[in-house]
């Protein structure tokens, strides 16, 4: 970070001297943008936390002399392909292009700060995000929310902004006898149960770590760097939901600064319609949450079948296999088998690269199972019948292994995700009916779906996700969740600074997710991981029928649209034009 007499000298160089448009935020080439003793005094009151970031890349680039380093620079490189590194960086996001690939470790391509934010504040408290919100407030700031990067959508970062690093805001607390609700209209109810309070900043590894200490885990995701407060406020889906509903159902409270920059504690008797909202309607879109309070669970032993089942891809009978397997998905949820199956369309074989398979390969679970031989159970007959009906046309391969608890699960079998490339994504939530009704068609939709070499079809729905029983009578997740078996995902990715090569593979993506909008009309997608240019009423797509009321509470919190993000409840006031974001 550049010392701030050195950011603030630098942004009292000459500017852009165009004529204000009024009808777009505050951004660096335009006379609105706050002057350097504005940001100054911001930076005073943070306590020297306002940070002025350098292009993550940098070392590799001579054009910056005072960052240059050509020791440093393979290292640096090698480090991008890390999440350690993303993480750690203050503006640095997974996908390389949500930062409009500005600034990539590599001399031969440009590298300024242009896709990055201006300023970040590296939050270390609550009062150091309502500052935050405050200034861009006052300021006409267009402001954002990091915590690790890990954003399928890229609301993590944006150019000419300022961002609200949240990575700082740990904590754990425990409550062993029960959770008493805070605020005068609660007068004292306690919500019976083991719970803890979690900084917003928290990630699911340092979470199960902590949780498991105590015997307990929570409903999570498998992705290291999956941060409480996204993965709450997107809803949270697990592989531990079928028996104890998704993430937002087992929260009690959240603690949130909202646009007015109020800090706010909101659970079911206090600021109901927030803390319905919070749970499941976006981040970065009704305030910044701070930390959240939930229900942990009994860490149960795992039992994990790992598994495969392939043949040539130029086999006719490859999807009619796989499909007549994922359309045992919902039988297996039922039975209390969930996991994170994915389909492989005509990829290269590990045993040999020149010949092409397709198939499934994944892991599937059960908790508290009797013996390690009960997952086979329900899982054995599924691969039986397809070596029956194809008899000689796949092979397989399965192994059983247990684990004492989640922790110790979750350490061996933790999503190690890729990141540092360019990459674009599509999903779709996927019921019984979608799942069962016409194999042929499933077939012919997953086929489809998979035709850029994989897919996911992840079962982490199921009864206790149907059933659940929300703190408020309620959550803003979509409401096709409480009757989704599978969350599908398929993704796309392409070289940097490639305009073409980025809508192409925004187009393939939408044409594999297709298949599944036509298989499953009347479900939708998870926002969490989804398309950032998913077609037609996105709206819809993401929340269903809680979208009027979504939106109806923004207008009603953040009147002067204070957050904004794409795809994000009640963004219609407003796009991108260039670096710049400007009402419609």
Not at 272 to 279: D, I, K
Not at 471 to 482: C, F, S
């Amino acid at each position: 970070m550049l010392p701030l007499f050195l950011l603030l000298l630098s942004h009292s160089l000459p500017i852009t001297t165009q004529s204000t448009p009024p009808t777009c935020k505050s951004h660096p080439s335009l006379p609105t943008w706050p002057s350097p003793a504005l940001w100054s005094s911001l930076n005073t009151t943070l306590s020297g936390r306002l940070l002025s970031p350098t292009p993550p890349g940098a070392p590799c680039h001579p054009t910056h002399p005072t960052l240059y380093s050509p020791t440093l620079c393979p290292s640096l490189q090698t480090a991008w392909f890390t999440e350690a590194f993303h993480t750690s960086d203050p503006v640095s996001s997974y996908w390389n292009n949500f930062n409009n690939d500005s600034c990539l470790p590599d001399p031969r391509a440009p590298c300024t700060g242009a896709g990055y934010p201006v300023y970040v504040i590296n939050a270390t408290s609550v009062a150091d995000v309502k500052a935050g919100v405050d200034f861009a407030r006052e300021h006409g700031v267009r402001l954002i929310v990091k915590n690790s990067g890990h954003d399928f959508v890229g609301r993590s970062s944006a150019p000419g902004s300022l961002s609200i690093w949240v990575h700082h805001l740990r904590g754990v607390e425990e409550f062993k006898e029960g959770y008493t609700l805070q605020g005068e209209r609660c007068k004292g109810k306690k919500v019976e149960g083991h719970a803890v309070r979690l900084g917003a900043g928290m990630q699911m590894v340092d979470v199960y770590r902590e949780t498991g200490r105590m015997g307990r885990t929570v409903v999570g995701g498998n992705g290291r760097t999956v941060a409480m407060g996204g993965f709450i406020t997107g809803g949270g889906h697990s592989i531990l939901a079928a028996r104890w509903g998704m993430a937002a159902d087992r929260v009690v409270e959240v603690e949130v600064v909202t646009p007015d920059g109020v800090v706010r504690v909101v659970n079911e008797c206090e600021g109901e319609e927030l803390f319905w909202a919070l749970r499941g309607g976006g981040g970065s879109t009704f305030g910044v949450l701070t930390s959240v309070t939930l229900l942990t669970i009994p860490s149960p032993a795992v039992t994990t079948l790992t598994f495969q089942f392939a043949t040539t891809a130029s086999n006719p009978s490859a999807f009619l296999a796989i499909a007549h397997f994922v359309s045992a998905f919902p039988a297996l949820a039922d039975a209390g088998v969930t996991g994170y199956p994915i389909i492989f369309n005509s990829v290269p074989s590990t045993s040999n690269p020149q010949r092409l398979v397709s198939g499934v390969i994944g892991i599937l679970i059960m908790l508290d199972a009797p013996s390690p031989s009960t997952i086979l159970s329900h899982v054995q007959p599924l691969f039986t019948h397809i070596n029956i009906t194809y008899p000689g046309q796949f092979e397989f391969y399965t192994d059983v292994t247990s684990h004492k608890d989640f922790a110790a699960w979750y350490e061996d079998n933790f999503d190690p995700s890729p990141v540092g490339y360019s990459s674009v994504m599509a999903s779709r939530l996927l019921d019984k009916e979608a799942l069962t009704g016409n194999v042929t068609v499933l077939k012919t939709a997953l086929e489809r779906f998979s035709a850029g070499g994989q897919a996911t079809v992840y079962i982490v729905s199921g009864k206790g996700v149907f059933e659940a029983q929300p703190r408020g009578g309620g959550t803003a997740v979509h409401p096709a969740w409480r009757r989704t078996y599978v969350h599908a995902t398929t993704s796309v990715s392409f070289p940097a600074l490639d305009a073409k090569a980025r809508d192409a593979a925004i187009k393939a993506s939408n044409l594999y997710a297709d298949g599944l909008r036509e298989l499953a009309p009347g479900t939708g997608a998870y926002v969490n991981e989804a398309s950032k240019y998913e077609p037609g009423n996105w709206q819809k797509t993401f929340w269903g029928d809680n979208y009027e009321r979504l939106l109806k509470l923004k207008r009603e919190v953040d009147p002067n649209d204070v957050f904004w993000c794409q795809p994000c409840v009640g963004n219609e006031r407003w796009q991108e034009v260039g670096d710049m974001l400007c009402r419609v």
